[in-house]
């Protein structure tokens, strides 16, 4: 039995890391923010960031997706020729591809990710137009069919994200961001601002489409529950340093540290 | 070597940081080995350490000391060691696990939280429901029910959800933690013969089993854990 399974090794299993961070860390004058983080996050792996407000996990968001730049240590990411490189060494046409193509960038306020007064379609659209798509048609079917996939009626798509709700909002942003089929996503509090019902759906929703697309992920969030629906591995911080790391059942059924048996031990029981 | 589980001299304690940092000790010197298609249960009276044991053997609680020896794809892996990648790989390629308790995604249709591991392993989500409605109308889930997501169910109905899931697959070792409690006497008796076929394609099997008409049908040999118990 176990030699049958030999031959297929899970296709999850790649052994070069996406991206990787080493030394990791950020001051505003006096105050250290995020201090010596380092990790290497695989292809198709989603990783959790938890802790609570002010425990550095938003800031190293930042570091990892370029758009804070370091106080010490480097972030390094494969590009789609597989060579790693030092997102601080980038040019610029390099930085956008990645902006606008290989990854996602999700906030927790979809205004944030979306043009309020364009329609739904065009704001799907615009990502695949930067990356020089320009057949109307084909754009126009592509959005369309996204719409669908995150259970969005394909009748709303001339209309603006203005007019529709908190949760379908979310889904043209995660929409928009998926379109140009990113090989990694960053989440920042995906299922914040939403209610608890909206939540279930979205995060099924986000769980199967990451599947799917064999995506990798890193999403920050102080929800403990969608830390563990969600991601294969979780990261604790507190006070901008990561105090436990490890396999997200793992931390969250047999929590080492004090604070993470602190974190775990609060939440209350629906 | 042919052993698909061996576990030597495995130790666990807990350390409550909220209650003092007092130690609570679970088991120490863990040691038994199971042959592929042999089922070995578990004994010994309730806090013995038998479910710790299970989630060690899943790498979902952490093993002070010790070693945790897994035959993975043709090598042997020590789970108390391995990166959380490797145990990712583990569970998808190798152990699968029927918990006391169904933990489901809310909203998700019982015939998909039952498919799940099935897709998740490449198999196509028409073939993979197909399988999943087969072990659902064996293990006497009605069909219009399929539909619905699992946490309205009655306690057994849930459990037999969580069995279904469990046995989808076609993995080299099943760990099972009561997977009869809340069952009735037919529906225990297709468990009995899910067990045995699964023997028959030489799979593997930890379980922990209280009813003692359950554990004499199911058990090849009976690994006592009081000899294990490390409260001093």
């Given at each position: ?15 070069q890391p996406l991206l990787t961070a ?21 292809p198709g792996e989603v990783l959790a ?222 | ?119 998740a392993n490449g198999v196509s989500r ?107």
């Amino acid at each position: 039995m176990a030699e049958t399974k030999m031959a297929e090794t899970g296709n999850g299993d790649s052994d070069q890391p996406l991206l990787t961070a080493e030394g990791l860390g950020k001051s505003y004058g006096h105050l250290m923010a995020c201090r010596d983080v380092s990790f290497a996050l695989y292809p198709g792996e989603v990783l959790a960031i938890v802790g609570e407000s002010g425990s550095g996990k938003s800031t190293l968001l930042q570091l990892l997706s370029a758009q804070l730049t370091p106080s010490a240590g480097s972030v390094s990411y494969r590009m789609r020729d597989g060579v790693m490189r030092d997102l601080a060494a980038l040019g610029e046409a390099e930085r956008r591809f990645l902006f606008r193509t290989d990854w996602g960038y999700v906030h927790q306020d979809p205004a944030m990710g979306l043009r309020m007064a364009v329609s739904a379609g065009a704001n799907v659209g615009e990502r695949l137009m930067a990356v020089g798509w320009n057949h109307y048609g084909r754009i126009r079917d592509t959005a369309s069919s996204w719409l669908e996939r995150v259970e969005i009626d394909t009748g709303r798509i001339d209309d603006a994200p203005r007019t529709y709700s908190g949760g379908m909002r979310q889904r043209l942003q995660i929409a928009r961001n998926l379109v140009t089929e990113p090989r990694l996503v960053f989440m920042d509090e995906p299922t914040g601002g939403l209610d608890v019902s909206v939540q279930a759906r979205l995060l099924d929703l986000m769980r199967n489409l990451v599947s799917e697309l064999g995506l990798a992920a890193i999403v920050v969030t102080h929800d403990l529950a969608v830390a563990r629906l969600l991601s294969h591995r979780v990261m604790v911080m507190k006070g901008g340093r990561v105090i436990e790391t490890g396999l997200t059942d793992q931390v969250l059924d047999d929590p080492c540290e004090p604070y993470t048996q602190l974190l775990v031990s609060s939440i209350l029981p629906a | 070597m042919t052993a698909m589980i061996e576990i030597n001299n495995a130790q666990k304690s807990f350390v409550m940081h909220l209650q003092g940092g007092i130690e609570l000790p679970v088991v120490r010197g863990v040691s038994f080995h199971v042959e592929p298609g042999e089922c070995v249960v578990l004994a010994g009276p309730s806090g013995a350490g038998k479910s710790s044991i299970l989630k060690m053997i899943f790498g979902n609680y952490r093993c002070d000391s010790g070693r945790i020896g897994i035959r993975h794809q043709g090598t042997q892996i020590d789970l108390a060691k391995a990166e959380p990648r490797q145990i990712l790989s583990v569970r998808r390629a190798t152990i699968g696990y029927v918990s006391q308790f169904l933990r489901a995604v809310p909203r998700v249709a019982t015939i998909d939280v039952v498919a799940e591991p099935l897709i998740a392993n490449g198999v196509s989500r028409v073939e993979a429901r197909e399988k999943s409605g087969q072990l659902l109308r064996r293990l006497n889930i009605p069909e219009r029910l399929w539909a619905l997501p699992p946490s309205t169910f009655s306690g057994g109905e849930q459990q037999r959800v969580n069995i279904a899931r469990g046995f989808i697959s076609d993995l080299p070792i099943l760990l099972l933690d009561e997977p009869t409690a809340s069952l009735d006497a037919a529906n225990r008796a297709v468990v009995v013969e899910l067990v045995d076929s699964k023997k028959r394609q030489g799979v593997a099997m930890v379980a922990i089993v209280h009813d003692d008409e359950i554990r004499h049908l199911i058990a090849d040999r009976i690994v006592d854990v009081t000899s294990f118990a490390a409260a001093a």
